[in-house]
């Protein structure tokens, strides 16, 4: 199983940008679906950007025109620049990596946006 571990958290002032990095253990080429999720009240985990077979980036809603996602193959990681971040953006991001019947997390990585 694919092991990833995230980066790039941390705390900014509102505005400000930040750029989230996903490194994986093994290749992430054949992934059907791998991306930045952030963990919602309930704990379920709602997407902000996702890669889909490696080719279509899905955004989520609230963040179209704020995220941009990119992935470097060769080196096995998956970024997440994010731009002009908000105070309701605070909390807990992680990378998911779903192949088949099989999907990994990161441990997660924490935002604090700063009003």
């Known amino acids: 199983q694919v092991q990833l571990v995230e980066s790039g958290g941390g705390l900014v002032q509102a505005g400000g940008s930040l750029r989230l990095s996903c490194a994986a253990s093994?290749?992430?080429?054949?992934?059907?679906?791998m991306g930045w999720y952030r963990q919602g009240p309930a704990s379920q985990r709602n997407i902000v950007a996702t890669?889909?077979?490696?080719?279509?980036?899905v955004y989520g809603d609230s963040w179209k025109g704020r995220v941009t996602l990119s992935v470097d193959n060769a080196e096995r990681t998956l970024y997440l620049q994010m731009n002009t971040l908000k105070s309701d953006d605070t909390g807990v991001y992680f990378c998911?990596?779903?192949?088949?019947?099989?999907?990994?997390w990161g441990q997660g990585t924490q935002i604090t946006v700063s009003s």
């Open positions: 998911g990596l779903f192949s088949g019947d099989t999907g990994s």
């Open positions: 093994g290749s992430i080429t054949n992934a059907n679906v």
């Open positions: 890669l889909v077979r490696g080719r279509d980036r």
